[in-house]
């Protein structure tokens, strides 16, 4: 549910459904359960190692099913928050805007672009909100919230991907690896590679075809290393009105850079990349070239949809092309 509505509520939520909890918690179940032939041998290591799994086991699917699902509706003069567990009653509290003295923003130590809602109480508890779904727009929320609940003196806080700044940034500049990191990775590479070979002259044990293949391709890795180490820096965007100017580096090191405007877009949408929806998805541009550019991770799908949104509007790209 979006945080920003046609009503005067605003609404956070923060938990998965009970189907998304099952589906997790199940294939945990059915990773565990493939340690369950170790508990009928007569070894003890693979006893132990299974007894191990299925606990661990048995304990992640209790965090998964028992964490609560959490929402939160921030009306003008109070905030109702709503905490369920699955397959449990409901619990509601009401805090009033009377006994709201301090409001605070902080960002996230694991997504740059996520912010939540921290609000300090008149008995000194500090209460904390779901992150705010539209990461476009949350200085706007911020100071929405500040003014309906009267609270002086709340810093603004600094979100690159806010609609309101002139460039919103997604990522990280991009920095090519310093020569000194690149020739040890190259390093360590044909050291890996020999490693075999040595260890077999180093026992008076004759090589085997295995340990000559190493050698050579060990060479190749060097030399992709020293490259196209670069490569894997990463992308830098800056989203203007009317382009995106995409950062990268080549393999040498040197920068390059690419300009996407509205009518170049055959399609954008949303992606994962990663195993889980809340952290790892991206905006995925496609152009009429052909040519695909992902941009750097934005984090929950809600997050990336809203920051998807804002690059149709700054390059007013068609209906036809939009797929978020």
Known sequence: MNDATTSNDIRLREGSSIAQRLVVAGSAAAVALCFTPGLFTHDALEMIISVVALLAGAAFVGVVMMTPAVVWIITPDEILIGRQRPFGKLQTRTVPKDDILGLQVPGSKTARARFQLAFTLASGERLTSPPLTDVTHVRDTVARIAAQFEVPDV??????????????????PVEPFSQRDIRIAALIAVALSAAPYAYRLWRGLPPQWIDYTLLPLGVIAAFGVYRFANLVTGAFWIVREGDIRVERLWGNGTPRADHIEGHDVKTITIERRGRSEDEHCIVAIRLQSGRRFRSPRIGSRNEARAVGAEIVRRLRIGAEANQI
């Open 155 to 172: 810093e603004s806080p600094i979100n690159p991907l806010d609609a309101s700044n002139p460039e919103m940034r997604l990522g990280d």
